[in-house]
């Protein structure tokens, strides 16, 4: 596997900022390979949240230009869990044009977001050095930042370390969605700063349950809402139901959190009822 | 109007740093013009609060060397209000050392922050895609990334949209700033971090209302303070009332939060008064 | 004093992120030299807190590339405090490979780090120009960004300010710790994100103690803890004692936070203490 060198490093964990994890991290890819453009994707993944990482990669992938992705939340550091590299399947007619590889531990993080660039192409395991004596790794300084400057560089994949079946990467199970007439159960698969509620759905899901613009939200309390296409043909009191900038299904509010007025949190399910006019949730 | 390209790109926004939307919009903008060097101001204004973020660009501007200001505090995302891209009017014998151009949306986020840099020389409105059908814009990602790209680039303001008149610009209302004999009457428009209240005066307005060195702030309740120049004249009880590092005057302690002690917010309104030795206020 | 110029800005503060102080440095260190990299260590130290930003350089230094350390934690601006650029000893063999100039308040913040460095060879005083007039000085965007930005460039160390004799720096009171047959007492210095608790000591404190793998921990409450290798031989409710990535002695727990277990906090001390089997401890 040849190298595809260049353009930027995005980089994701669940480091936070108050702590000098994720400066490190990018002074260490730099040590490496002078002059790699680092771009933080963010490092505000809830510690631990293997899932909230994924989706959060998923949404930015298809933004994103040439580079390697670095993306580090961990719970299993220090675990035989293995460090993976994995290239992209270059897509027809694409050209390269988003991440070429991926760095980062083997827990699920990854697939999905390969999945939306293009697919696994090849993937290897990268050797985790035994540091019993003088203390931990820190993977993402020892392990993942090496790997992805040498990838940045142009090192090929297969020279980082063996090969791995792709098969045999480990994958988090789907957000639930479940469409039948007149109703969607989805995921809350996000909650962003502003409040807003991105379900595991899409609008090919609205128009398969016949939802209409009329809807019912079952969280599990319920609550009125109407579907409509921008925040500001809301009322101030009323929940809407969007395609937002990913694509997914989305309740939201105008300039309230939506979150709070559902009280929901990521991981919860909620049902979308459409309404008969006149009469209850059909 | 030619295009003045270079520099860098100048983010602020209110996205936070938990989500990746800062992180996409600096892959967008990287993704449409390789090796743009971004400099995040800050992602912390308050959710909405375009006069918190543009308040921020005004204390920011003066400091900052060539390049695009990109800012986005955007309550009105997906309505009517318009997206503008702004050059700044060359400033006799200032040879182009700030900012040449400011990219946001036309609700007062930016007007303030381009009259520091010299005002607004071309203005034009920003097409917004409409996206009824795929969902919304992130307008950060797909509207004012690649315009503020474009013009780093070099192209010129005209090739990015329809001229409007300058005179046309949203504008907030001015904080509030009143000088009367012994006393001003001012907006807080800051609470940094440290606790420290900026005030929407400046010495010239102490020196009109002859303050004086013994002030009483009413925030409403009373509080007594000192006109310093220094944190460290201060003991640990006393308030004190000092030029900032923004020309501003601002209500301080060492090592304390004025704010925690005067109880005021961004937007409340405080009196600093003279106090006449040996009596009362005067 | 030659200058070495090159390499990175890596960047330090107590500033937060929540108001435009950071960016603001970033962009007057970039008004002063265009194309600096800077790359952000942490800007979240808490605030005034000498000794925890002290503490995150001297665990930053060795990873880092060659260039200049910005680091401004400074509860005494606007005092007569010297502000300092500090330049590093060779080391043999090291071939400047790590960090080359310093550039701080003189308040303890740096020396530690440098001597982790390779020692100070030559330190100045920076000028603080006096603004009585026109208000404080900001001395991270108006003495130190425009040092580092000139000691990157290759600007000699003595042209930027008054030698001034290294053993005259301020320092800070060494971390507490006692070794003892069977006991290691040692300040918390350190709480991370994912609340392990690092200790001032290492590995060859534990083996001069005679630890052994059973423990018991006074914080001050007993808690029983066994020394491990990685987080996940820990059972859930279990309180291990690691060699961190850093090379300290950790109480830490599999993914729960030790302090909240321990109820510590960064200065406090805690006693380990060795137990023997079948018995209380020794």
Redesign the interface.
């Known amino acids: 596997v040849a190298g595809r060198a260049g353009?930027?490093v995005?980089f994701?964990t669940d480091?936070?900022?108050?702590?000098?994890?994720?400066?490190?991290v990018?002074?260490?890819v730099?040590?490496h390979v002078?002059?790699v453009?680092i771009?933080?994707?963010?490092?505000?993944v809830t510690?631990?949240d293997v899932r909230e990482g994924a989706l959060?990669l998923v949404?930015?992938v298809p933004?994103?230009?040439p580079g390697v992705v670095l993306a580090v939340v961990d719970?299993?550091?220090?675990?035989p869990r293995r460090a993976v590299a994995l290239s992209v399947r270059p897509r027809a007619g694409h050209g390269g044009?988003g991440p070429h590889h991926f760095v980062g531990p083997d827990n699920g993080l990854l697939p999905w977001a390969v999945d939306v660039a293009g697919g696994v192409e090849c993937a290897v395991a990268l050797p985790v050095p035994s540091r019993?004596?003088?203390?931990?790794?820190?993977d993402g300084?020892?392990v993942f930042a090496p790997a992805a400057a040498r990838l940045w560089q142009g090192t090929a994949l297969t020279d980082l370390g063996d090969e791995l079946d792709p098969t045999s990467l480990e994958r988090l199970t789907s957000p639930r969605l479940s469409v039948s007439p007149g109703a969607v159960e989805a995921e809350v698969q996000w909650v962003?700063?502003?409040g807003n509620v991105q379900l595991a759905a899409g609008?090919d899901d609205a128009t398969a349950a016949a939802l209409g613009d009329d809807l019912e939200v079952l969280a599990p309390d319920a609550h009125r809402a109407r579907r409509v296409?921008?925040?500001?043909e809301l009322g101030p009191d009323t929940l809407g139901l969007?395609?937002?900038?990913?694509?997914?299904l989305a309740l939201v509010c105008d300039?309230r959190s939506a979150a709070t007025v559902l009280r929901v949190h990521p991981g919860d399910v909620v049902t979308v009822r459409g309404v008969v006019p006149g009469g209850g949730s059909r």
């Open positions: 353009g930027s995005f994701l480091y936070g900022l108050a702590d000098e994890f994720a400066g490190v990018r002074a260490s730099l040590r002078p002059g453009p771009i933080d994707l963010t490092h505000g510690p631990f959060a949404r930015a933004h994103l230009g719970p299993g550091v220090g675990t044009q019993r004596d003088t203390g931990m790794t820190f300084r020892d962003d700063r502003f609008p296409t921008a925040f500001a969007i395609v937002d900038a990913n694509g997914h300039r």
